[in-house]
């Protein structure tokens, strides 16, 4: 079998399984589309896919239902992405499977995620006495949505992005929740917002909230955006530093965060649920 996307379960009537089945998960390689943007050899940036899972249970070994919620953590460099909708059908394969504790399902994910990604992937779970504990919290830094333009394009249009590039150099952070794109294969919409940080020439807030409005009727998968995003920065505004990070809504309880950077100090992004989230 394929693993492009049309042969992936969306848009497909699928039975839902309630007993273990890592089968279901459908890996789709990240090469076809980084070699679309022109990213062969190293990578430009560094980075990670935080995927939050809030529809996760499983049987203890009495039968009685338990509930967490898991946090995975995917590195950019893997070969592979994984396709939402068998993802969510992976862990409804949980629901009557019986389980010896938290552990063995967090050691069973990772397992099962590690390989489909051909990477190692970190999964934690937060189970319901620690619910309380969950933050939420919203990106950080000038939105650029206050902006009054006007727009008549909805596709990306990197051309349209400038830079001061003969003036002195500034470090800022700017957000937008105007982000949205669609579904590389069913094109349901994909809602998200993004932060930018950045050191180098200023980048022109207006072309760059027009470029990113541009995503409106693009269809991609949500990983695929953001590298786009920043391969398109980095080449039209020329940034000596670059992180941009992504918050998507949730859709079949899954929400997909990728973070791109290609400065080592920027740290690890959070993981703090926004209020569209």
Not at 119 to 138: N, P, R, S, W
Request: a negative charge; glycine letters at 6%; one cysteine or more.
């Amino acid at each position: 079998m394929s693993n492009s996307p049309e042969h992936s379960p969306l848009g497909k009537n699928s039975a839902y399984r309630t007993d273990y089945a890592p089968e279901l998960l459908f890996p789709i390689p990240r090469i076809g589309k980084r070699d679309e943007l022109g990213l062969t050899g190293t990578l430009p940036f560094f980075g990670v896919d935080i995927w939050n899972a809030y529809e996760l249970s499983w049987l203890n070994m009495r039968g009685k239902p338990q509930v967490a919620v898991a946090r995975i953590t995917v590195p950019a460099d893997s070969p592979n992405i994984i396709e939402s909708k068998s993802f969510k059908l992976y862990l409804n394969s949980f629901n009557q499977t019986r389980l010896g504790g938290p552990e063995a399902l967090r050691e069973l994910l990772q397992q099962d995620l590690s390989a489909a990604t051909g990477a190692t992937v970190h999964v934690a779970l937060t189970m319901q006495e620690e619910f309380g504990k969950l933050q939420m919290g919203e990106l950080d830094g000038l939105l650029l949505d206050r902006l009054d333009i006007e727009i008549d394009n909805y596709s990306p249009q990197p051309s349209i992005l400038k830079a001061a590039v003969d003036e002195l150099p500034v470090e800022e952070t700017l957000v937008s929740h105007l982000l949205k794109s669609n579904c590389l294969v069913t094109g349901q919409p994909d809602w998200g917002s993004v932060q930018i940080s950045y050191a180098g020439p200023q980048i022109d807030q207006e072309s760059l909230l027009k470029y990113l409005i541009g995503f409106r009727e693009h269809n991609e998968f949500h990983e695929q955006c953001v590298e786009r995003i920043f391969v398109d920065i980095l080449r039209e505004c020329r940034p000596a530093h670059l992180t941009v990070y992504a918050r998507y809504t949730r859709r079949g309880g899954l929400d997909i965060n990728p973070w791109r950077s290609n400065f080592t100090k920027a740290g690890s992004p959070s993981n703090l649920r926004n209020a569209r989230q």
